[in-house]
């Protein structure tokens, strides 16, 4: 545990500086978990509180610093606390809860770990093991390492109790542990995965950012028109599937003739947009910090952006014909959800299956509607891209030109 006594200049926290505190947190987060305590002297241990009036300046403060001087951003849990001082007075102060990251984190005195109870810059040699080793345990099966910021409250007994079978074990504590949506840390308290604050939490995005689906309709053929809908989709993961197609369907255009009965020609195929939602929601890389999944509707095409390159050995031509999946539990979970959406064409009876057809239902089921094949591009190694063309009705095709 760290302590700090806090001096203020008006509004402002004047000490410690703020890139001296943001130092101190990456330490701890790049060693172990660990507790700060501001309103306590650093030196004596004295408990001194905090100015009640201050409180909530602070918070802002111990916030912005990590978030914007800390890199990648710190994850941690702040709270307000009122505890009894030597004589016998109530003081405020504030708790700091640092878990053990995932990440390495750059502050702006550079990378520094904790030694004791003082922090040191680390130096080439402990910094690379300590990249290769969090590197590991990001890329292999990082859907099911612990969120330690939050608890096993924040999973809904009735999301994960979909996942029950006659065989699952009586004691709700085992079975969540045995399925993997909650696992114990260092110290063996219990503390939801990632796959299960994915599939069983109603607000994932409260602890792991950006784990939702940003989705946009524009009138035009670029970012520059006007956004005629816009939607965070957000919640668990078959839930941001469903709702993510309800935004297509709800923005498409479907043109109509009667020849002589109504024949329609819709702009995308729903099974395919299915596929193609499923398969970024699936396989996107959730260990990617600051990036979504981005949903954007022009007037002649669907763009859907998945953060993470390729897994494993898979390439762009490889595709339709090979299956990876870079998130073994979330996809084994997904494949125990029901189908949930009204994907015309569709033979699902569950959302994902092991048979790997989902790429080349897209290929094929949206070449067929407008002539044009879906196109997949990996951007910098590190995003990809599904681009699905909108199809025209026939009688505009043959009296306008290409479609």
């Known amino acids: ?74 994850s941690c849990g702040i709270h307000k606390l009122f505890i009894r001082a030597d004589d016998g007075s109530e003081r405020a102060i504030i708790r700091i809860d640092i878990p053990r990251s ?11 770990h904790r030694i004791g109870s003082s922090k040191r810059e680390m130096p080439p040699d402990i910094l690379s093991r300590m990249f290769q080793q969090r590197s590991q345990n990001r890329l292999i099966r990082f859907d099911e390492q612990i969120v330690h910021t939050a608890d096993i409250n924040a999973l809904n007994k009735d999301l994960w ?25 260092e110290d063996g308290i219990l503390h939801p995965t990632i796959s299960g ?29 006007y956004q005629l809908d816009f939607q965070d989709i957000t919640g668990p993961l078959d839930l941001q599937i469903k709702n993510a197609c309800r935004f297509v369907r709800g923005n498409m255009k ?33 260990s990617v910090y600051g990036s979504k999944i981005r949903l954007q509707m022009f007037q002649d095409r669907l763009e859907l952006y998945s953060p993470g ?8 031509e490889s595709l339709p014909l090979r299956q990876s999946a870079r998130n073994e539990l979330l996809t084994s979970l997904l494949a125990r959800c029901r189908m949930n959406v ?36 990996l951007i910098d190694d590190a995003e990809l891209r599904l681009t699905i063309f909108a199809s025209r009705p026939p009688w505009l095709t043959n009296k306008g030109g290409a479609a």
Not at 44 to 50: D, E, Q, R
Not at 254 to 275: C, H, L, W
Request: hydrophobic share 40%; proline share 7%.
């Open 1 to 74: 545990m760290e302590t700090k006594d806090l001096r203020y200049d008006g509004r402002f926290v004047s000490s410690p500086g703020r890139n001296s505190m943001a130092d101190e947190l990456a330490a701890m987060a790049n060693t172990n978990s660990g507790v700060f305590v501001l309103g306590v002297d650093d030196k004596t241990h004295k408990i001194t509180g905090l100015p009640l009036d201050k409180m909530d300046i602070t918070e802002t403060w111990v916030r912005n610093i990590a978030n914007d001087l800390i890199d990648p951003p710190l």
């Open 102 to 112: 995932i990440f390495v984190h750059k502050s702006p005195g550079g990378y520094f």
């Open 161 to 185: 109790e979909r996942f029950k079978t006659p065989l699952s074990p009586p004691s709700d504590e085992e079975f969540l542990v045995k399925l993997k949506l909650i696992a114990p840390d």
């Open 197 to 225: 604050l994915l599939m069983a939490s109603d607000n994932p995005e409260t602890f792991i950012p950006n784990a939702f689906i940003q989705a946009v309709c524009y009138d035009g053929l670029g970012q520059d028109a």
């Open 254 to 286: 479907t043109a109509a003739i009667k020849d002589p009965g109504r024949i329609e020609f819709p702009q995308y195929s729903m099974n395919a947009v299915f596929e193609a939602v499923a398969n970024a929601v699936a396989h996107r890389d959730y």
């Open 309 to 316: 390159a390729i897994p494993n050995t898979m390439t762009i």
């Open 342 to 377: 009204d994907a015309e064409g569709s033979r699902r009876a569950y959302i994902m299956d092991k048979r790997g057809e989902g790429v080349p239902i897209i290929v094929v089921e949206s070449e067929k509607l407008s002539g044009k094949r879906p196109e997949y591009l």
